[in-house]
């Protein structure tokens, strides 16, 4: 039996030019639409602060080896301007961080490149104006491409008047002037299809179903089938989206095990 | 689980394809501008203005939508833009030093309070729950524990509350529930009988009559005489102990220097945390200044106007009072008469009102809710986005009538070894958030104690019964001089058996 002690620590790779977020994806010519799945139990804070950085800086904190110092910096030019906008954490989730692995304090307003919204507190019904404001914002600011995470937009669907038709319409729209992260649960209990069209499962699994057909890219985070475990603490899966990608921008499909600690401290292991 | 090294494959750079159709493309790009240093604070973001009618179609499973959360009909909820959220938290002041009832985290360092049971917050890893988080507890079976934790809960408050008469420190809301729910909160565990009468003759010598004064002055001899017989005997065993620390093994030296730091943050924070005899009540009870109780409304459709009391009860407290609010028996038929309330997304904007109740205060509110699995299954999904949106969850498992049976005839001659069921825990506040894997399902169990909710790591219970029972054949069966390995030694049903068919015989 091995145990994560034994393996080797690698570095995260989506694409098979070992890039994260490819440079070919923020080219302006076509927009792309990622998912960030997870359980209950292995939320993906770490992967977003991830992403996020790799959005910004072209680095990641969970890679050893540092890719060549491209000159961005977080007051001046960036690889992509970043929103995070979460329907369910505020900012204290992630101010931490942000802080320990980009040095960027999210709750002062310091970065022009970057811009944290949460719904949480604010009317979530002008949740969609309020994007397009920002993303407006920031385009105007410069050239490079704006890219938007959206934390559990799902919710829209239970805590307001939305359909799931009116919702993926909105996230269309936004992804018609950015690249989107969408970041949504997929624990089983929410996935159960039943023949009841107006079931709470069947509304998620339908929204879910319809938003995996548009993706281009699928990363999702699970426990471990055999339970919790000290020195693993779930699996990552890159998988391609039901859209195929620009070509020459190929998505390398592959398991990581990872393992997150107490301090934050995040290891990736081949599977 | 197989070991490979990083390949680095590298792709040669090509010509980027034009958009897919469907997707569209960027917008035009607007011509560099130069960054300035600092950013406007965002838009102010104005309240729905209407009520909005439900959903059509959607009412067969998941019935009428009630209002947007921040709607009462017409009725418009004071949901704080921007700037008094600012203002909130410049008046809010941090509780951490100032209220008796707070502590920082382990872990994180975020100020905490109890839950009311030691156990429990340990369980949670910070020590406690931290402030501005909330605590889903659920429960399987047709047994309320759940209610004893909130009852707990709420009776730290007022005994902190209690600690300085002229000055309020925490209120409490109970939302579901009236006042006379509130009058059976637990008192304070006071020792033991023995220990209680011990106390009564020590507040019966202190008080000032003539027998009393006479037998003092005897008594002050006798004491002189006894302290200088202990403080030999102190001496002598503190020599005694020295010599023996380099002969005990260094681990129990670790073990000591543990009891030592806990004795350290018990002197910290003495008022951190009290022990409740379930079989008490808190006299005098709960008064309505110390605690608002919230009834949910009969023929209401949604829980908007709950949540505008729970709201305007926080408002009315000063700003350093901290608040604990309860919800127990969330979604009970009894409690929550309307099926309308009973629907997913009045619920669920119920449960996401109280989140931005918690957000928008928190620097002082915590929020305990307790919910019947039997009645809500995990599998149920509404269950899992009640799950999303709380902060940490722990789940009741009482045992099996079997298992605790046979837990009883094990542990006759120990009955303080019998629990009364697991307790799995599915998140943990902050933790769980960052991305830690905080399941623990089976590994615990819990005892609903008068003095105490004790929680212990889970062991399985060992019948050594029969394992006596097998040794002492064994020697029998020796002693009686049989060359041959006797059956029912080795296995116990054909013994069983072997009786069975004799007495049939």
Sequence with gaps: MTSSSDLQHQDLAVYQDSSIVSHRTLSPSYNHLNLILHHQSTKPTWLTVALVENCLLDT???????????????????????????????????????????????????????????????????WFETIQLEISKLSQKTSSKVTVFLENPELLLFITNCTINQLLEKLQILNQQCNLFIIS???????????????????????????????????????????????????????????????????????????????GNVKLFFR | ??????????????????????????????????????????????????????????????PQRGSVPGTLGNLQLQRPNT?????????EQPLLGSHPGVRPSILTSEPCISTGSSDIDKILAHQGLPIGTSLLIEENGTTDFSSTLLKIYLSQGIVQNRLNPSSQNTHLILVGLDQTWAKTLPGVYKGSSKERKKLAVKENESKVSVSNLIDSQQQQQLQLQKEHILAQ?????????????????????????????EDLSESQYPNYNNQFDITSTLIPSASPKELTSISIPTRSKSYDLVL????????????????????????????????????????????????????????????????????FPRSNPMTSLIEMLSDAIIELRPFDPQLYNLMEKIYKNQPAKIKHGHLNIHKLPTLSDVGLMCVQDMEYSFKNGKKKFQVEEWSIPVEEEDTDNHNANANSSSAHGHDEPDVASVNPMSSKRQTTTDIEF
């Excluded at chain 1, 961005?72 to 995070?84: F, R």
């Excluded at chain 1, 970065?111 to 719904?119: C, V």
């Excluded at chain 2, 035009?28 to 059509?56: D, G, I, K, Y």
């Excluded at chain 2, 005997?233 to 093994?249: G, H, T, Y």
Aim: proline letters at 7%; one cysteine or more.
């Design chain 1, 60 to 126: 990641c904190y969970l890679n050893t080896v540092k890719t060549k110092n491209s000159g961005y910096t977080l007051n001046g030019n960036v690889k992509s301007e970043v929103i995070l906008a979460s329907f369910i954490n505020d900012l204290n989730v992630y101010s931490k961080q942000f802080i320990k692995f980009l040095n960027l304090d999210i709750s002062a307003p310091s970065s022009p490149n970057f811009k944290f919204l949460e719904f949480l507190k604010k009317d979530i019904d002008r």
């Design chain 2, 308 to 375: 505008k009391q729970i709201e305007q009860a926080i408002q009315r407290q000063p700003p350093n009072v901290l608040i604990r609010i309860a919800v127990p028996l969330f979604l009970n038929p009894m409690i929550y008469h309307e099926s309308q309330l009973q629907t997913t997304t009045n619920v669920i904007q119920f449960i996401h009102g109280l989140k931005r109740i918690l957000k928008t205060h928190q620097s002082r509110t915590t929020l305990l809710i307790s919910l019947n699995l039997d009645l």
């Design chain 2, 83 to 91: 700037q008094q959220q600012h203002q909130q938290r410049k008046d």
């Design chain 2, 233 to 261: 005997k102190q001496k002598q065993q503190q020599q005694e102990s020295s010599n023996n620390d380099l002969k005990i093994a260094w681990r129990y030296g670790l073990q000591r220097k543990s009891e030592k730091s």
């Design chain 2, 1 to 62: 689980m197989s070991f490979r090294k990083r390949g680095e494959i590298v792709g040669s750079p090509n010509v980027i394809p034009s958009a897919v159709p469907g997707r569209g493309g960027a917008p035009p790009a607007a011509p560099p501008v130069a960054l300035p240093n600092t950013r406007q604070p965002p838009a102010m973001q104005s309240m729905p203005s209407s009520f909005r009618p439900a959903v059509q179609g959607r009412s067969a499973v998941v």
């Design chain 1, 185 to 263: 649960n997929s624990d089983p209990s929410l996935l159960d299809h039943t023949e009841f069209e107006n079931d709470i499962s069947t509304i998620y699994s339908t929204y879910l179903a319809k938003l995996i057909h548009k993706s281009n890219l699928i990363l999702s985070l699970c426990p471990l089938k055999t339970g919790r475990a000290n020195d693993i603490t779930g699996q990552l899966k890159i998988n391609k989206g039901l859209i195929s990608s620009i070509p020459n921008v190929i998505v390398k499909e592959r398991e990581y095990l990872y393992l997150v600690n107490k301090d």
